[in-house]
């Protein structure tokens, strides 16, 4: 079974950074490339951030190119997304989601006050 696990929400101030990661498991994680999204209520879920199975390659979603940056363990079968300089935007429910999977984990609440 897949599951992906986020974690790392939580509530800071604008300019503040926070780490999420998601833990995957029951698929060969190294194989896949992975993704971060985010979603507000009321909006469609957008990609925020894409590495490729092997950790090269990253894409950024415009709004937070320079700010955010994505990373793998693939020996710990997790996705990272670095989180710097954020702002009242950046307010949203953060999830990974493996490439071509169509598999979700529960996510993980990120709110940033101004």
């Known amino acids: 079974e897949v599951q992906l696990v986020e974690s790392g929400g939580g509530s800071v101030q604008s300019g503040g950074s926070l780490r999420l990661s998601c833990v995957a498991s029951?698929?060969?994680?190294?194989?896949?490339?992975m993704r971060w999204y985010r979603q507000t209520p009321g909006k469609v879920r957008e990609l925020v951030a894409s590495i490729s199975s092997i950790g090269i390659g990253a894409q950024y979603a415009d709004s937070v190119k320079g700010r955010f940056t994505i990373s793998r363990d693939n020996a710990k079968n997790t996705v990272y997304l670095q989180m710097d300089r954020l702002g009242p935007e950046d307010t949203a429910v953060y999830y990974c989601?493996?490439?071509?999977?169509?598999?979700w984990g529960k996510g993980t609440l990120v709110t940033v006050s101004s």
């Open positions: 989601k493996a490439l071509l999977l169509n598999y």
């Open positions: 029951g698929f060969p994680f190294e194989s896949r490339d």
